[in-house]
């Protein structure tokens, strides 16, 4: 099991956090999800096939790119 942050600028609420948990979970072998409103950031746990590019592209996909 792999865990990563990610740093997103554009999380500014409660309702971004949810947003980006909700559809990362959807990608295949992430398993858990964690947002921080004051580090904008989101903690992710994953295994194959999930990977850190493919939760990258999610997350621009959605509007949320991260910038690590």
Do not use: W
């Amino acid at each position: 099991m792999e865990k990563q942050t990610f740093k997103i600028p554009k999380i500014s609420c409660g309702h971004c956090t949810r947003t980006i948990e909700n559809e990362l979970k959807e990608v295949p072998g992430v398993s858990s999800v964690a947002g921080n409103i004051n580090d904008k950031s989101v903690t992710v746990e994953f295994d194959a096939p999930a990977t850190r590019d493919k939760i990258m592209a999610t997350l621009k996909e959605i509007n949320y790119p991260a910038t690590t």
